[in-house]
């Protein structure tokens, strides 16, 4: 059964930072895209960043240079460094997992997480 699990999330102010991690089970990461959605409420959820089996990582618009994806394949781990958060950054973050990465997003087969909250106060 796969599961994917993150945590990290929690309340912070603008400026501040928060690192989230997606723990995987029962699925082997290395081969694999996997990325970080988020959803905010009233809002459509979209693709924060992605990273390919191959390290190419890609992010959208409104996090590049703040927010940094990575993955530990050893330890089927993918992790969110997110940096200069500011409150537009408010939303529930998932960790997704599948075929293939085009640009931010996570497509194909998909595998999500339940998600972890992150409340951004001005």
């Known amino acids: 059964q796969v599961q994917l699990v993150e945590s990290g999330g929690g309340s912070v102010q603008a400026g501040g930072s928060l690192r989230l991690s997606c723990a995987s089970s029962?699925?082997?990461?290395?081969?694999?895209?996997m990325g970080w959605f988020r959803q905010a409420p009233g809002k459509e959820r979209e693709g924060v960043a992605a990273?390919?089996?191959?390290?190419?990582?890609n992010y959208a618009a409104s996090v590049k240079g703040r927010f940094t994806i990575s993955r530990d394949n050893a330890e089927n781990t993918l992790y969110l460094q997110m940096n200069s958060l500011k409150p537009q950054d408010t939303a529930m973050y998932y960790c997704a997992a599948g075929s293939y990465c085009s640009g931010a997003r996570v497509w194909g087969n998909l595998y999500w997480g339940t998600g972890t909250q992150v409340p951004v106060s001005s």
């Open positions: 990273s390919t089996s191959h390290g190419v990582t």
């Open positions: 029962g699925y082997t990461i290395s081969s694999k895209c």
